[in-house]
Nanobody
Framework: QAHLVESGGGLVQPGGSLKLSCVGSGGYFGFGTMGWYRQAPGEQRDMVATVTAEGITDYVDSVKGRFTISRDLARGTVYLEMNSLKPEDTAVYYC???????????WGQGTQVTVSS
């Protein structure tokens, strides 16, 4: 069964950095769009950053210049490097692989990122 596994979340002080990783296994994740979404308590899940297999990236305005998404097609992996973290970045971060229409839209289990002093 294909699935995504995230790692790299944790507690960091404001201004700090974290790098999230997401590995796809049990299937081929070298096409389509992969990305990161986040959901704060009481809020909807929103897009943070996405990257296509061609390397085209998209970011929500609030993270531009601070976050960088990258992808390793051969390993089926997507990364999110987060710098200059702010308390408002606190959320559960979810990895996504949109492989439609040929395969499902996959979600990881989520990893908590907490930015607090």
């Amino acid at each position: 069964q294909a699935h995504l596994v995230e790692s790299g979340g944790g507690l960091v002080q404001p201004g700090g950095s974290l790098k999230l990783s997401c590995v796809g296994s049990g299937g081929y994740f070298g096409f389509g769009t992969m990305g990161w979404y986040r959901q704060a308590p009481g809020e909807q899940r929103d897009m943070v950053a996405t990257v296509t297999a061609e390397g085209i990236t998209d970011y929500v305005d609030s993270v531009k210049g601070r976050f960088t998404i990258s992808r390793d097609l051969a390993r089926g992996t997507v990364y999110l490097e987060m710098n200059s973290l702010k308390p408002e970045d606190t959320a559960v971060y979810y990895c996504n692989a949109d492989l439609r229409p040929y395969f499902p839209n996959y979600w990881g289990q989520g990893t908590q990122v907490t930015v607090s002093s």
